[in-house]
């Protein structure tokens, strides 16, 4: 007896119950089910970035307390304190008016930084500056890394509770960002816990290398100012005070200076996001306050140029986030020289003689002194 596949399913017969139900079922199963099965799949892809995210803040919460109880000999054990620590939150000012909100905030993020530092300095019988910035910036690693992980978790868990599928969609799309930026920062342990120069430090070492050989006076917080000479024009050079973790009170220094001392000119150089597809390490120049972080600084800087009416000019070295906050490539490095060499064309091309011009090195200084 010979089997007739074709005539099993009918394929010359539109009629055919068989044939009919194999193509009616999964058009019913994913009208009634399709939303489900989605969510099912995507909430296993992302289950499987959460687990990377929790493995990244355990691992980097272990790392942590270890170098602190094997390098900075504290006194007894401070496991619970910084575990304290990695639960600490920060309520932004209420924003409904929006008129003295900086303000605000510039106080709140100050005193918490404060706050931080004098606890971090309580663990330990004597600790130096730069160990204490280093602290603090692991610090702030551990708990971003924490919140990423709750975050992601929390939005992940209320969209399979609810089996919302449109709730689980940002998510997705926001997933490997966050990743992307968690690997950047469990790989940034290493450069903080070594004091190496990092990619955002670029914009200290190209103005630090301008302050050689003249004298260094402190303008504010963490925070530094030398006075040089190019072409019959005076330089301010500013910079965050080296080598310590820090990005200094820039703006704070500037608002000094300032009362006192005009500029004609400011330029800043600082590190910048890259755009997938450009080059690391490419050079751009333009114009405004190069700089990042909550915005206060920058306000500060703006604030002041717009009433004296100094124009701001900018010059930015290009690197991804992982670039960024991990030990500087050479590539980034070997860009110093470049930078210098643009900021002195600025500088010729935008002042006069006898003019003051203002030269900024944003970002963060660790490993890189003035």
């Given at each position: ?41 995507s ?17 980097a ?12 000999n ?99 799309m ?40 003249n ?87 703006e ?29 980034i ?18 002042t ?19």
């Open positions: 007896m010979s089997f007739d596949l074709d005539e099993f399913f009918g394929m010359g017969d539109d009629s055919n119950p068989l044939m009919m139900l194999i193509w009616i079922l999964p058009i019913i199963l994913f009208v009634f089910y399709g939303q489900r099965i989605q969510l099912m799949v909430s296993n892809e992302i289950k499987k970035s959460i687990d990377k995210l929790e493995k990244f803040r355990n691992d919460k272990a790392e942590f307390v270890n170098y602190v109880k094997k390098s900075l504290p006194l007894g054990d401070p496991g619970k304190k910084l575990e304290d620590f990695f639960e600490y939150f920060t309520i932004m000012p209420v924003d409904l008016d929006p008129n003295g909100i900086v303000p605000k905030i510039n106080h709140l993020v100050r005193s918490r930084d404060d706050f931080t530092k004098m606890h971090v300095k309580s663990l330990f019988s004597e600790i130096s500056e730069l160990e204490t910035s280093k602290v603090h910036n692991l610090l702030e690693i551990v708990t971003t890394l924490q919140m990423f992980h709750k975050a992601t978790r929390h939005l992940y868990l209320t969209a399979k509770k609810q089996k919302n599928f449109p709730l689980i969609l940002p998510l997705q926001m997933i490997p960002f966050v990743i992307e930026e968690a690997y950047a920062l469990k790989d940034a342990m290493s450069a903080l816990k070594n004091a190496q120069p990092i990619g955002d430090g670029i914009g200290p070492m190209v103005v630090g290398g301008m302050m050689i050989g004298e260094k006076e402190k303008i504010s917080y963490q925070t530094v100012l030398s006075k040089s000479e190019y072409e019959d024009r005076k330089l301010l050079l500013i910079k965050a005070e080296g080598p310590n973790a820090t990005v200094g009170r820039i703006g704070e220094g500037i608002e000094k200076i300032f009362s006192s001392n005009k500029p004609d000119l400011i330029i800043m150089v600082d590190a910048s996001l890259k755009l997938e597809g450009e080059d690391s390490a490419s050079v751009a120049k333009g114009f405004g306050a190069a700089m990042g972080g909550i915005g206060t600084d920058r306000f500060q800087i604030d002041v140029a717009t009433k004296n009416n100094v124009p701001i000019l900018a010059i930015v070295i290009k690197q991804s986030i992982h670039e960024a906050l991990t030990i500087m490539t050479k590539e490095a070997d860009q110093a020289s470049s930078v210098r060499l643009e900021i002195e064309n600025m500088i010729k091309e935008n006069q003689p006898n003019q003051t011009v203002m030269i900024i090195g944003v970002g963060n200084t660790l490993g890189v002194s003035q």
